[in-house]
């Protein structure tokens, strides 16, 4: 089995957030998007950023941080695009710990715990907070056609929902699984 791959999907439009907001600069002045990045790298040292083209700057960021950038030409077209994007990007990948851009709350050992169930067998594996699935999402590569396969908005939410019965349930008291930023006002906590 190849490495659990992290994919960082940094490629949305963020536009409630009134700014570049994968670049807000967060209380320790570190670029939200750059601090998901760090937490995502401590779980799993290969990973991959998928951007929008025009997204130079954050690429480059990402890239000191040890981030592959793989950028999505389709991205515009919804998460679908960017999260088949990563994933044709690791072709020897023996899965994938799917993180958000927008969502630098998750502690590491949380990321930590989803790597592991992948490795571990588990096929699919998400930490749940109160009863609702959080993230990140972990695939594991019997998925690989269905995740290269996909397009839209909706992201892998059709595979997660057909295949619930697959899903290994990481029971977590992480409020950072369920915390992602579309507003400024969400910095402020839950």
């Not at 077209?77 to 899965?95: D, F, I, R, W």
């Not at 998400?126 to 590569?141: C, D, E, I, K």
């Not at 839209?152 to 595979?159: L, P, V």
Request: aromatic content about 4%; glycine content about 14%; charged content about 15%.
């Amino acid at each position: 089995m190849g490495p659990i791959i992290g994919l960082l999907l940094a490629a949305g439009q963020g536009r409630r957030f009134g700014s570049d907001k994968l670049l807000h600069l967060l209380d320790e002045g570190t670029p939200m998007a750059v601090l998901a990045a760090r937490r995502l790298k401590a779980a799993c040292p290969a990973s991959i950023a998928v951007l929008r083209p025009e997204q130079t700057v954050l690429a480059g960021l990402l890239a000191e941080e040890g981030l592959q950038p793989v950028f999505c030409a389709a991205a515009r077209g919804g998460m679908g695009h960017s999260l088949a994007a990563g994933v044709a990007a690791s072709p020897a990948a023996g899965g994938w710990l799917v993180a958000l851009g927008d969502m630098p709350f998750i502690q590491p050992q949380t990321l930590l715990q989803v790597a592991r169930a992948l490795e571990a067998g588990a096929s699919l594996a998400a930490p749940w907070l109160n009863g609702q699935r959080g993230h990140p999402v972990g695939f594991a590569a019997c998925w690989r056609a269905e995740l290269l396969a996909l397009a839209g908005d909706a992201g892998a939410r059709d595979i997660l929902g057909r295949h619930a019965q697959a899903m290994v349930r990481i029971e977590t008291s992480d409020g950072g699984v369920l915390r992602d930023v579309d507003m400024p006002g969400d910095l402020a906590g839950p």
